[in-house]
T-cell receptor
Framework: NAGVTQTPKFQVLKTGQSMTLQCAQD?????MSWYRQDPGMGLRLIHYSVGAGITDQGEVPNGYNVSRSTTEDFPLRLLSAAPSQTSVYFC????????????FGQGTRLTVV | GIQVEQSPPDLILQEGANSTLRCNFS?????LQWFHQNPWGQLINLFYIPSGTKQNGRLSATTVATERYSLLYISSSQTTDSGVYFCAVPAPFNNNDMRFGAGTRLTVKP
């Protein structure tokens, strides 16, 4: 089973460039989310979605956009990358946001220079 | 917002030893999860435990929601237990927004 698949695993961007981090899950989960993890810190929620067509902001949404056109996919877009967005990004999915186990992707290590 | 504090921040054990990790949170919650991040960065869900006690092999967790803390017990630790352990609880009034503690970094030496 593939579970939650993130691509790419590593990426280096120049300041001002844009890119999309891909996230796909094959478990028919309604809830998907994006987190960033910075050194010495826990994960912080960027955006989340409770189903196709529905997205909302988390704790640190500035500089990121998301959309959810299908149940399977939840891409994260950086419109104009900044060095402060250097981080490890994790996508997660679960059947719902409560009472269920969360599954994480392998992470994307992004460096903005 | 809700504060999530984990202790200790770092823990070094000899293989075979037992340990207790603590997670304190500042508001009432109806959801708490424990995760393990292995040395390769992979995050694994250990427990969903809003209250009570659960056990899974050498690991067990207890949440006392009324006193706003949760404990993760690791018995007979193994080198493969090394990594960072996180607890997470929902932000107030939004179960969709999980807030993580800073984690406990566990190193188990052979």
């Amino acid at each position: 089973n593939a579970g939650v698949t993130q691509t790419p695993k590593f990426q280096v961007l120049k300041t001002g460039q844009s890119m999309t981090l891909q996230c796909a899950q094959d478990m028919n989960h309604e809830y998907m989310s994006w987190y960033r993890q910075d050194p010495g810190m826990g994960l912080r929620l960027i955006h989340y979605s409770v189903g196709a067509g529905i997205t909302d902001q988390g704790e640190v949404p500035n500089g990121y956009n998301v959309s959810r056109s299908t149940t399977e996919d939840f891409p994260l877009r950086l419109l104009s990358a900044a060095p402060s967005q250097t981080s490890v990004y994790f996508c997660a999915s679960s059947y719902s946001s409560v009472n269920t186990e969360a599954f994480f992707g392998q992470g994307t290590r992004l460096t903005v220079v | 917002g809700i504060q999530v504090e984990q202790s200790p921040p770092d823990l070094i054990l000899q293989e075979g030893a037992n340990s207790t990790l603590r997670c304190n949170f500042s508001d009432s919650v109806n959801n708490l999860q424990w995760f393990h991040q292995n040395p390769w960065g992979q995050l694994i869900n250990l427990f969903y435990i809003p209250s009570g006690t659960k056990q899974n092999g050498r690991l067990s967790a207890t949440t006392v929601a009324t006193e706003r803390y949760s404990l993760l017990y690791i018995s007979s630790s193994q080198t493969t237990d090394s990594g960072v352990y996180f607890c997470a609880v929902p932000a107030p009034f939004n179960n969709n927004d999980m807030r993580f503690g800073a984690g406990t970094r566990l190193t188990v030496k052979p």
